[in-house]
């Protein structure tokens, strides 16, 4: 059987751009540029007047203006992401942006004057035939209303993003992704996301002297990072200020179809079970022989020496517990491998981590990983299948309805990455593989709830201080970070002085405030939704991909709805939070039995 090579593994994205590269790229934002402008012409200032099937063309018209800037909008931004340091493809992304921004200008009349519109007469033009995939869309866009300013105001924003919002987070995401760590026995620098890889190591002064390093790379360019973070706090304020938004939490929850009050009472559940990863760090100091963990300890493994995998062990892992669970997503994985949906080697100028785009329903999915052969980078890439499954299985939905709100996006990535730990867990032959695995499932648990809770309270922070009190030093916000930090761990872990900056590379701070909590929302979601799989069986599978194929035609109660789940339930959140604990009380004992054979056992 022949051998994939890592570096071979590698997305095209010329599909996009029928093949066409950046000229393809011009062609689809000329042809949207004319169809907006016929699009303005004859349609503002009318939908007051128009009947039910011209509602219903307008809309369709708008849907393939929007799959025409969208195709070009993905590549010209998965192109940048493989390499931020090729000023072709940094020139690409402006002027993509530039033209789609342009394009967007022409047609904000018709968001304002649809939000406009009483609820008798938007009623009425729903109920037009042809809008089978846009009327929970247009539904959610008219709670917008209280928000939204004047066509010219609109106008003046949407343009001025281009040169305020966009640059300074396509800035931050070149300065980040050109970060290098000089780690003793390389020869050269690696790549932030492959010395971060290496705090798994089970040798504490590995670990500690990779900290150190990171933070060491982190300094040269933090003040750039910080003002980054502050000019867009500020940024951030003004507009929530222009429109009238109470919080500035409440534009990013409006998006979700959640309330301040709903992820108020997520957060707080979340924050009211922090003994869980405490008891767990504890734990993990005994297992490492250590009185107490520091910061740069938690990723350490337990097990000894981490096993690797190949690029086609992984591939294999992942379809075959896909296939056990659902033959129709074995099918569906399988092409994003056989057609180079992904890309996967680490790069120098890569960005950092991993992601699904989803790109438009007429194309497919694209996959970015930056894989170092590590099990975690196994669940990676079933996460993030997870997400390309969603996403093509959405498709049908179109363009308006096939992304579903951020705190139901996580449901299939986690499902995803349940199904492959599952598969792990039952190969393991002995109890420190077990535990290995055991503990990178409660780490997981802890960094996708805890974690993102911690980073949604320093983020709540953040925000409230720069417009109370102005501009923050980097000194200020490495303190909010540690504060933050410090209320999840307790005195589990001691926060060193280096890790006060490691904020300063997470990049939904910068590109999407307040996303993280989604997080949390869709781990516990997701658990509850495996929870019913494991209790139905066979039956459940069904009702899955139907809740995938839904995408975000549905609110998340309607969508958690169709596996059984009552998200208006008050004790939702905390029966979520059980199925952690127990994920915990399995990985207490497992370790016990390890500590007993090592005779440390209590």
């Not at 039910?52 to 590549?75: D, H, K, M, N």
């Not at 069986?537 to 596996?563: C, K, N, T």
Request: glycine fraction near 8%.
């Amino acid at each position: 059987m022949s051998t994939t090579a890592l570096e071979d593994v590698a997305w095209d994205l010329e599909p996009l751009v029928d093949g066409e590269g950046e000229a393809g790229a011009d062609r689809l934002l000329d042809e949207a540029e004319q169809r907006a402008a016929a699009f303005a012409e004859r349609y503002a200032s009318k939908l007051g007047t128009i009947d039910g099937p011209e509602f219903a063309a307008a809309v369709q018209e708008l849907a393939e203006i929007s799959e025409l800037v969208g195709r070009a909008g993905s590549y010209a931004s998965l192109r940048f992401s493989v390499d931020t340091r090729d000023p072709a493809n940094g020139a690409l992304l402006q002027r993509v942006q530039e033209r789609g921004t342009a394009i967007e200008t022409k047609l904000l009349f018709f968001e304002l004057e649809w939000a406009a519109l009483s609820d008798e007469r938007a009623e009425e033009l729903l109920a037009a035939d042809g809008l089978e995939k846009a009327r929970h869309h247009l539904r959610t866009a008219r709670r917008y209303r209280p928000y939204l300013l004047s066509e010219p105001e609109e106008k003046i924003l949407a343009e001025k993003s281009v040169t305020g919002r966009d640059a300074w987070t396509r800035l931050f995401s070149e300065v980040t992704s050109a970060i290098e760590v000089e780690l003793d026995g390389e020869e050269k620098p690696v790549p932030l996301d492959v010395a971060l890889a290496r705090l798994v190591s089970p040798d504490r002064e590995v670990r500690r002297h990779v900290a150190e390093r990171v933070t060491a790379a982190l300094q040269p360019t933090l003040r750039i990072r910080a003002f980054i973070f502050n000019t867009l706090l500020a940024d951030k304020a003004t507009d929530d200020r222009l429109r009238g938004y109470p919080t500035w939490i409440s534009s990013r929850n409006l998006a979700n179809e959640a309330s301040d009050e709903s992820v108020e009472a997520l957060v707080q559940a979340v924050r009211d079970a922090y003994d869980i990863p405490q008891r767990w760090y504890r734990l993990k100091a005994r297992l490492l022989g250590l009185d107490r963990l520091a910061d740069y300890d938690r990723m350490a493994s337990v097990g000894g020496e981490e096993p690797e995998y190949s690029w086609d062990e992984a591939r294999d892992i992942v379809l075959q517990s896909f296939g056990d669970f659902s033959g129709t997503l074995a099918d569906v994985a399988r092409r994003f491998f056989d057609e180079r949906w992904i890309d996967a080697p680490v790069r120098p100028g890569k960005r950092g981590g991993a992601f699904c785009a989803y790109t438009v329903p007429s194309g497919h999915p694209y996959l970015l990983l930056n894989y170092t052969h590590k099990r975690r980078d196994v669940l990676t890439l079933a996460h993030e299948m997870g997400h390309g499954l969603h996403a093509y299985l959405a498709r049908d939905r179109g363009i308006f309805e096939q992304h579903t709100p951020l705190t139901v996006s996580e449901t299939a990535s986690v499902f995803g990455e349940t199904l492959v730990f599952r598969r792990l867990l039952d190969d393991a032959k002995t109890p420190e593989s077990r535990l290995q695995l055991l503990a990178e499932n409660i780490e997981g648990s802890i960094a996708t709830v805890f974690r993102q809770v911690a980073m949604n309270r320093f983020e709540d922070r953040a925000h409230n201080e720069r417009r109370e009190k102005g501009e923050l030093s980097v000194e200020r916000i490495g303190e909010l970070w540690a504060e933050t930090q410090a209320e999840m761990l307790g005195d589990a872990v001691e926060i060193t002085d280096g890790y006060r900056c490691w904020w300063s590379y997470v990049p939904h701070f910068i590109g999407t405030p307040g996303y993280v909590y989604a997080y949390a929302y869709g781990q516990l979601l997701a658990l509850s939704v495996y929870g019913r799989y494991l209790a139905e069986g066979e039956s459940f599978v069904p009702r899955y991909i139907e809740l995938l194929s839904a995408g975000g035609s549905r609110s998340p109660e309607d969508l958690a709805a169709i596996a059984g789940l009552d998200l208006t339930d008050p004790g939702f959140w905390r029966s979520g939070l059980d199925l952690v604990a127990e994920q915990l009380r399995q990985a207490e004992q497992a370790a016990e039995e390890v500590l007993a054979a090592r005779g440390q056992g209590e």
